[in-house]
């Protein structure tokens, strides 16, 4: 495991320090099997969602999230809470394999109007940046066609 923090703190309570870190922080945070089902759901999901984790552990992430939230690493979909009431969130992914399984796990917090807009950014830039490289790489194509064999 490649955590960068002070040996002596987790030496022996690994496990226990990255438990009370999960169970205590304010974002909720959600991971998925390769089948979408939840496997772990922290204090902070359960408030945003209004489940329990022991409700809501083993069922498919689509009853709170859309399965295409996975796209991106991070990006602002609509959850829905078990009263039904839509909320936007602002949710930032990463994929990981234990044991030779996948599964993603999910930071999320209700999202801002400035996490939003922060986004919107954020792709804008990302598709000016590609269409940039596509174009020289279309430039370079051209020139190395009206090169003589």
Same mark, same amino acid.
């Given at each position: +495991? ?9 030496? $022996? ?20 099997? $390769? ?7 922290? !204090?902070?999901? /359960? *408030? ?5 984790? &022991?409700?809501?552990?083993? &069922?498919? #992430?689509?009853?709170?999230? !859309?399965?295409?939230?996975? &796209? ?15 909320? !936007? #969130?602002?949710?930032?992914? *990463? *994929? +990981? ?11 999320? @917090?209700?999202?801002? !109007?400035?996490?939003?807009? /922060? ?5 804008? $830039?990302?598709? @000016? ?7 020289? #790489?279309?430039? +370079?194509?051209?020139?190395? *066609?009206?090169?003589?064999?």
């Amino acid at each position: +495991m490649n955590i960068q923090c002070n040996a002596e703190v987790l030496d $022996e309570s690994l496990v226990e320090f990255l438990t009370t870190l999960v169970q205590s922080t304010q974002d909720a945070i959600v991971c998925v099997d $390769e089948g979408y089902h939840l496997v772990l759901f922290n !204090p902070a999901a /359960e *408030s945003l969602f209004e489940y329990s984790a &022991k409700e809501i552990l083993g &069922k498919r #992430v689509n009853k709170i999230l !859309p399965l295409q939230h996975n &796209k991106d690493k991070r990006t602002i979909v609509s959850g829905k809470t078990k009263s039904g009431d839509s909320i !936007p #969130v602002d949710i930032t992914n *990463s *994929s +990981m394999v234990l044991n030779g399984r996948v599964y993603q796990a999910s930071i999320i @917090r209700k999202a801002t !109007p400035g996490a939003v807009d /922060e986004i919107e950014q954020y792709r804008k $830039e990302t598709k @000016r940046k590609l269409l940039r490289e596509v174009g020289q #790489v279309a430039g +370079m194509s051209s020139v190395c *066609s009206h090169r003589p064999l």
